[in-house]
């Protein structure tokens, strides 16, 4: 008899607990945006980007998710041996990151947060402008830090990507090879988008 009312007190508590943890909004949702992609580097230009992420809500102030990420961006600014600048255009960058998403006021409409992630940048091929030479496609593992707000159905971010430099071996007039070049693939998103699902629950 003891142990059953143990067990019936275990459950009734077990029950209150994960009432209390639901959200009031439903867990899975898929956020598509649009944004402005600045690389880094002095002088750099910027470019396009488009994300997809599916997340879900774990606890109310906690989603986890998958951002794909493809930017396009006119130009970075690459650097050789002797700190000298060179441009270097990059034709495109996909990224696949694991992604934790904070919210400070998980049951209203307007909700801001901070978070981040962790996983894979392809860096498309980078040709170089002031010296000439190329560097083929490559996969560099780097993180990303963001901050933003969401506003019933509507999303705006501000992400940083911090991805390794990509070092590559151009020629000069004469067609030595010149060593220690470097571009700079970091950048900033600023990005505009809605939430599918996710809406309050009935």
Do not use: W
Not at 44 to 52: C, E, H, N, Q, R
Not at 155 to 166: A, C, D, H, M, S
Request: glycine residues 16%.
């Amino acid at each position: 008899m003891k142990n059953l009312l143990a067990i019936l007190i275990l459950s009734s508590v077990i029950s209150l607990t994960a009432k209390s943890q639901e959200s009031v909004f439903k867990p899975f949702k898929v956020d598509v945006s649009l944004g402005y992609a600045i690389p880094g580097g002095e002088g750099a230009k910027g470019g396009i980007l488009f994300a997809v992420e599916p997340k879900y809500a774990v606890i109310p102030n906690l989603s986890v998710g998958l951002r794909m990420e493809a930017a396009i961006v006119a130009r970075f600014n690459g650097y050789d041996e002797n700190g000298e600048v060179m441009e270097a255009s990059v034709k495109g960058a996909a990224s696949y990151i694991a992604t934790g998403d904070y919210y400070f006021m998980a049951d209203k409409n307007f909700r801001p947060f901070t978070g981040g992630g962790v996983g894979i940048y392809s860096i498309a091929g980078i040709e170089a402008t002031s010296t000439s030479g190329e560097a083929s496609a490559g996969s560099k593992f780097g993180g990303l830090v963001r901050t933003g707000f969401e506003f019933s159905h509507f999303r705006f971010g501000i992400e940083y990507n911090i991805v390794p430099k990509t070092k590559f071996t151009g020629y000069d007039g004469d067609g030595n090879p010149t060593t220690g070049l470097t571009s700079n693939n970091s950048y900033m998103g600023i990005k505009v988008g809605v939430c599918i699902g996710g809406g309050r629950r009935k």
